[in-house]
């Protein structure tokens, strides 16, 4: 079939466009930062954490594990009046690791009073970025067990904190963490020299804290929620 002379000067128009302009621009997705984090935090009522630069909504804590948050909290805030330390247990405070684009909200994290005034986070935005504002965090162990034994221990012990708890009431955790047979456990590492070392305490075997050394807590008592 013969061509036209209008087909044949459509086809220079078209040679002539650049490739890019006949294709749809596609936006690429900015990560947010840790502090777009803690101001666009949204007023919904519900808990955020940020990963890999995206909100994530923290799924509503079972009964037993808001029971075991609260014996653990009221039980450290006796201890801390008893020995008439500097610590404090705040209802809730962000932590921002070293990691880029990632922000913790802590089950339980016990800060430092006198160090904090060093944080440029804690006065306008509750929330802590050195390792000297808190003395101990403590996660519970819920669904994603993997980002309290991998993650969020790396990111710990990377920016410098001096304990860390995982307390895995279902025995949730692989048994290379927790041993085997799987069961109730918590995990206790102090930071040694810039790593952390372990150590497991299961039925009435008594907790050894580093922060909390007169501490007389054991792992069932925890488990049960009660003294």
Known sequence: MATS???LESRKIISLIPLT???TTQTIPQLLTFDDYINQYPDDGQQYELIAGKLLVMMRPIGKHEEIGGFVS???????NR???PYFIPNTAAVKPLRPHTGYLPDIIVLDRENL?????WETASSISLATSAKLIIEIVSSNWRDDYLKKFDDYEQLGIAEYWIIDYLAKGSARYIGSPKEPTISIYQLIDG???GNLFKQE???ISGVFPELNLTANQIFRARA
């Open 117 to 121: 005034v060093n944080d440029p986070y």
């Open 74 to 80: 009221g039980t450290l805030f006796l201890e801390i």
């Open 21 to 23: 302009a006949m294709t």
């Open 205 to 207: 075997q008594r907790l």
């Open 83 to 85: 020995q008439q330390l």
């Open 195 to 197: 790593e952390y070392q």
């Open 5 to 7: 002379l209008i087909e």
